[in-house]
């Protein structure tokens, strides 16, 4: 069953990695879309968060400081969410369902992130051997042990 976790990291990972190369790709595009946001630096945000969800989403894949690139992960999601999915200041109803959509799919994920913060990058992880990531300790031990 251990093989799960790290088929659950590339999927998990996959679409932070490839959205973040998208940045680069797309630069002038998501410059904009930053910019009508209101986002600040636009320009700079876009280079930045491209470079967060590209190391985020290896460092979940590989696991070696997962809980740092979950955390990463996390504030993107949530810095997104309220900056740029704000479905309730869209007047077309069509437009605020998308905005719906995406705010929630982006708090779902960071849910999912957080999970990976809190225990670890788990088995088939290329984090040093013998030293346990996450502060869950073992996969599937309670967590927190008082």
């Known amino acids: 069953m251990g093989v799960l976790v790290p088929i659950a990291r590339l ?10 190369l998208n940045h680069f790709i797309q630069l002038d595009a998501l410059t904009a ?27 979940v894949l590989l696991g070696v400081f997962a809980r740092l690139g979950a955390a990463v992960i996390t504030l993107f999601l949530l810095s997104a969410a309220f900056m740029v999915h704000r479905f309730w200041l869209v007047a077309d109803p069509v437009e605020a369902q998308n905005q719906l959509v995406h ?3 982006n708090l779902s994920m960071a849910g999912g992130a957080l999970f ?3 225990f670890g990058s788990g088995p088939y992880s290329l ?3 013998g030293r346990q990531e996450g502060f869950g300790g073992k996969l599937g031990s309670p967590p927190l042990r008082r």
């Open 127 to 129: 984090r040093r051997s």
């Open 116 to 118: 990976i913060v809190y």
């Open 33 to 59: 879309v930053a910019q009508a946001s209101g986002v600040p630096e636009p320009r700079w945000a876009v280079l930045l968060s491209g470079a967060a969800l590209v190391l985020g989403g290896l460092s």
């Open 11 to 20: 999927l998990f990972s996959a679409i932070f990695i490839t959205s973040g």
């Open 103 to 105: 705010f929630m799919k």
